[in-house]
């Protein structure tokens, strides 16, 4: 008997003991500096259990505008072979537009010519075009090779912007393969 009440006395006192009376003291609230690099699931990772997350509104991220150029090329004169000419076949022709570059892009080294009608006459049916500041006026060489076969020819070319979209004037060498005699 004195065993059980001895096991009833300790039972007592861990109860007591544990019953202290006390209320349990929590922490401080303090406000919690959250950075702004964590995401919403982190977030919710740190407030587990409470219905205190902070609602994160994410506003997209917009590039700073780029002003736009306009591209243009106004022709301006030929300066070799004027349209008609005489040649013979199979001739070298050194032909040169006068054009300025009427936009306000400047032309480097993305910016090409391309054939838009006729024979290529021997020059390659895509190249550079020579680079230009906005506004100024320069010279577009070609060299070409007169056909074997007698009769008129036109070669038409027009410039591309970096992105393959024609602009300006087109220019063109016209001529008159002659027979040979």
């Given at each position: 008997m004195?065993?059980?009440?001895?096991?009833?006395?300790?039972?007592?006192?861990?109860?007591?003991?544990?019953?202290?009376?006390?209320?349990?003291?929590?922490?401080?609230?303090?406000?919690?500096?959250?950075?702004?690099?964590?995401?919403?699931?982190?977030l919710q990772g740190l407030f587990s259990g409470t219905d205190a997350v902070p609602t994160l509104t994410k506003e997209p991220v917009r590039p700073t505008p780029t002003p736009t150029c306009s591209n243009g090329l106004r022709f301006l004169s030929d300066l070799t072979i004027p349209d008609g000419t005489l040649v013979e076949p199979g001739e070298t022709l050194d032909k040169r537009w006068e054009v300025e570059n009427s936009g306000t892009c400047n032309w480097d080294d993305r910016y090409m010519v391309g054939l838009i009608a006729g024979p290529g006459m021997g020059v390659p049916v895509q190249q550079a075009l020579v680079p230009a500041l906005a506004g100024t006026q320069t010279i577009i060489r070609m060299v070409f090779i007169a056909p074997e076969e007698p009769g008129n020819y036109r070669s038409a070319w027009q410039a591309y912007d970096p992105d393959g979209d024609a602009f300006g004037d087109p220019f063109f060498i016209d001529v008159i393969v002659g027979e040979e005699e």
């Open positions: 004195k065993f059980k009440f001895l096991i009833l006395l300790i039972l007592s006192t861990l109860l007591l003991y544990g019953c202290g009376g006390e209320e349990p003291v929590s922490p401080p609230e303090q406000d919690i500096f959250i950075p702004p690099t964590l995401s919403q699931t982190e």
